[in-house]
Every structure is written in C-alpha cells, then in structure tokens.
C-alpha cells in the first residue's frame, strides 16, 4: 500500500522568505508526527497530532514554525521568515494510533540560502 | 528528561562477522522502544518495537532484546546490504505520549 509522502522532495529559499512542506499519511492513520534531522544530529521531535487537533507542540523552536492539519489527513508545516540555521531534512511519519510504531515518509531537504 | 544512548557511533564489519549495537536509555517509565534503519537520503525504516524487559524480536539477521536500561540489536552473518544507519528511539509518556526520543545512530557498514 501507499505509505508516508512529502513533498516537495527538496526545497531552496531565501533567506526570509517563508515556505509550506507537505505531507500525505498512510490512509487510516490517526496519529501524524513532524521530525527535524540535521546534519550530524539527531531526529528532533517538532509536534504531534492526534486527529486535527495537536495536543504536543513543545518541540516546534520558534513562533516562525507552525503547522496544522485538516480532515485528520494532509498536515502542512510552514516555516516563517526562514533562516539559516532551518536547513535541514524535515521528516514527517504517521502511525494507527499514539503509541504505535511509527512509519516516516522521505522527509523534505530545505536548504536557506 | 529522557535521554537515548547509542554505542558504538560507527561500526565497520566484514561480511559473515556478527556483532551488536548498544541502545542504553533513561526514561520515567519506558512505554516502548523503536528500532529503525535508515539508507543515506531515505527517511527510518521501521524494524522492531520492544515494551518489556526480556522481549525479543526477530527478522531477518536481525535481533532485537530489551533490559531494563538498555537493548542491543544483534546482527548475525551480515551481508552488505545491512550497511545503513541504526537507530534507537524510547516512547515518552504523559502529554507526550507518541513522541519518540531518538539517539544519534550507530552507522553499520558491512565489507564484501
């Protein structure tokens, strides 16, 4: 079946210009996660959903990163103001329920020039 | 606050040469931990979920155990295609229940 999809696939933007990534979970899952990997570093946790509703979004770093999702499927992050230091590959992963395993799409690499 | 530790940072085998990646985690009351592999430009795939002490999971040349404060995944006769980065995440709890802490990953790379 159709599993985990972001797009875009790769991303370059300007320094201070804003930026919308998308992602598609695997149908059926109620649960959607955003990560951040960084070069040499870890995944970091940015926010959860459960349904629409986003109940942990102590990761997100800033007031710039928001994000939302709609009808319990497609969830969008939006990165305001870039900067440079947002470069990354941005991970997105869905699961059945809270708790369960959880399946990442390709992630999205942002590069802020 | 729960931390995830991986050993070693890099691991170098030959083929055939089996050996095992250390997971050590402190967390107030481990709900689950993940183990994930993850190919150079792909995002973690998902291999084995562990909830408690003394579990085992099985597939493939690939073995995962659980203590109370760590879990090893023990590869047996790797082949080059097990070369990828392991990965080890803990699920927390509470208000952050579905958040996984991850660690920084053992990159395995198995020799022809």
């Known amino acids: 079946g159709a599993g985990v999809s972001q797009s875009p696939s790769n991303k370059v933007t300007e320094k201070g210009k804003d930026v919308e990534l998308r992602c598609d979970p695997i149908s059926g899952h109620t649960a959607l996660y955003w990560y951040r990997q960084s070069l040499g570093q870890g995944l970091e946790f940015l926010i959860y959903?459960?349904?629409?509703?986003?109940?942990?979004k102590s990761g997100l770093p800033s007031d710039r990163f928001s994000a939302e999702r709609t009808g319990g499927s497609v969830s969008t992050l939006t990165i305001q103001r870039t900067q440079q230091e947002d470069s990354a590959v941005y991970l997105c992963a869905s699961s059945p329920l809270a708790g369960a395993e959880q399946y990442f799409g390709p992630g999205t690499r942002l590069t802020v020039t | 606050e729960d931390q995830v530790t991986q050993s070693p940072e890099a691991l170098r085998l030959q083929e055939g040469e089996s050996s095992s990646l250390n997971c050590s985690y402190t967390v107030s009351g481990l709900r689950g931990l993940f183990w994930y592999r993850q190919d150079p430009g792909k995002g973690p795939e998902f291999l084995f979920t562990l909830y408690s002490a003394g579990e085992e999971k099985e597939k493939e040349r690939l073995k995962a155990t659980l203590t109370k404060k760590e879990s090893f995944l023990h590869i047996t006769a790797p082949k080059p295609e097990d070369s990828a980065t392991y990965l080890c995440a803990v699920l927390q709890g509470g208000t952050s229940y579905g958040k996984l802490t991850f660690g920084q990953g053992t990159i395995l790379t198995v020799h022809p």
């Open positions: 959903f459960q349904g629409n509703s986003a109940p942990d």
